[in-house]
């Protein structure tokens, strides 16, 4: 079985979406327990959404420096490459310090808090801005420069069997 669909240039397409996704879900119920604070159940599902967010950012992170190998990169985009990469990593980073004082609150009950709740909040939505940068600059390489959608540079074949160095055009 293959990991990866033929119809997918690697792994990263199929990653980055779920971080954009957890991250404004764990905010959401964030904004909803600041103004329902009976329903506690919500600020443990933030907590866990914030970590899933944090681990497959990780993903994302990782399967994106992979794909630079594997797709055609057009001059102008080798910058905003760069750029997508910054914001990427302060989006990771972000998220797994969110994630650890999200669970350190929980620990010690200070997301129960009022004041607790609005830290929470400020925190989860300055990352959530990190992360939305990050979209943006990943959907400009995508639509804008065509990275990704135009097929990367083929490896060469490895020479048949018996084959030397002689047999093999320069």
């Known amino acids: ?26 905010a959401g119920s964030d904004l909803i327990h600041l103004f329902r604070p009976s329903a506690r159940t919500l600020s443990g599902a933030s907590s866990i959404l914030y ?6 950012a990780g993903g994302a992170f990782a399967s994106g420096r992979l794909a630079e190998s594997t797709v055609f ?3 102008m985009a080798h910058s905003m490459i760069e750029d997508h990469e910054h914001w990427a990593l302060a989006s990771t980073v972000g998220l797994v310090i969110v994630a650890a004082l999200r669970l350190a609150s929980r620990l010690t009950q200070i997301a129960e808090t009022g004041t607790g709740r609005i830290l929470m909040i400020v925190f ?6 990190l992360v939305q940068q990050t979209a943006e600059r990943g959907a400009r390489l ?4 065509g990275v990704g959608v135009i097929p990367g540079p083929i490896p060469p074949a490895p020479p048949p069997p018996g084959a030397t160095n002689l047999d093999t055009p320069p």
Do not use: D, R
């Not at 970590?51 to 497959?56: E, G, Q, R, T």
């Not at 989860?124 to 801005?129: E, I, N, Q, R």
């Not at 995508?142 to 420069?145: A, L």
């Open 124 to 129: 989860g939505l300055t990352t959530a801005v």
């Open 51 to 56: 970590l899933l967010a944090a681990v497959f």
């Open 73 to 75: 990169i057009p001059g």
């Open 1 to 26: 079985m293959q990991l990866i669909p033929s119809w997918a240039p690697n792994l990263h397409p199929m990653i980055v979406h779920f971080p954009i996704v957890l991250v404004m879900l764990a």
């Open 142 to 145: 995508v639509y804008e420069q």
